[in-house]
Nanobody
Framework: QVQLVESGGGLVQAGGSLRLSCAAS????????MGWFRQAPGKEREFVAG????????YYADSVKGRFTISRDNAKNTVYLQMNSLKPEDTAVYFC??????????????????WGQGTQVTVSS
C-alpha cells in the first residue's frame, strides 16, 4: 500500500497563494489516480481536483477552476496543488488521496483507497 503525507498548508491573506505537496511512499504513485479534497468545519469532504495516472485527464471543482492547478511528478512520487487567488471560503483541511480502481470516480471521496492526514489551509479576509 501507499502512504501519503501532505505539506504546504498555512495561513495566507485573501488573494495570496499556496502550493500543497503530497509525498507518497511505499509504492509508486504512477499506478494511482490522485485527488485533492477538502473539508471545512461542519461540512462534508468535497472534491477539489483530480489527475489521472498518466496526467492526461485533469478535473477541477467549479469553485476552484481557473485558480487551482493540480500536477504530478511520478519520478518524485509527489502530487501538487498550486492554489492562487485564494478566498476565505477556501479555508479547510486539504487531503490528498489515491485511487487504485479500474474505473475512476474522481469526485467521490468514498471511492479512494488511501488518504493522507491532511494539511490546514486558512485564508484570512
Amino acid at each position: 500500500q501507499v502512504q501519503l503525507v501532505e505539506s504546504g498548508g498555512g495561513l495566507v491573506q485573501a488573494g495570496g497563494s499556496l502550493r500543497l505537496s503530497c509525498a507518497a511512499s511505499g509504492r509508486t504513485i504512477s499506478i494511482y489516480n490522485m485527488g485533492w479534497f477538502r473539508q471545512a468545519p461542519g461540512k462534508e469532504r468535497e472534491f477539489v481536483a483530480g489527475i489521472s495516472r498518466s496526467g492526461d485527464r485533469i478535473y477541477y471543482a467549479d469553485s476552484v477552476k481557473g485558480r487551482f492547478t493540480i500536477s504530478r511528478d511520478n519520478a518524485k512520487n509527489t502530487v501538487y496543488l498550486q492554489m492562487n487567488s485564494l478566498k476565505p471560503e477556501d479555508t479547510a483541511v486539504y487531503f490528498c488521496a489515491a485511487d487504485f480502481g479500474s474505473t475512476w470516480y474522481f469526485r467521490e471521496h468514498q471511492k479512494y483507497d488511501y488518504w493522507g492526514q491532511g494539511t490546514q489551509v486558512t485564508v484570512s479576509s
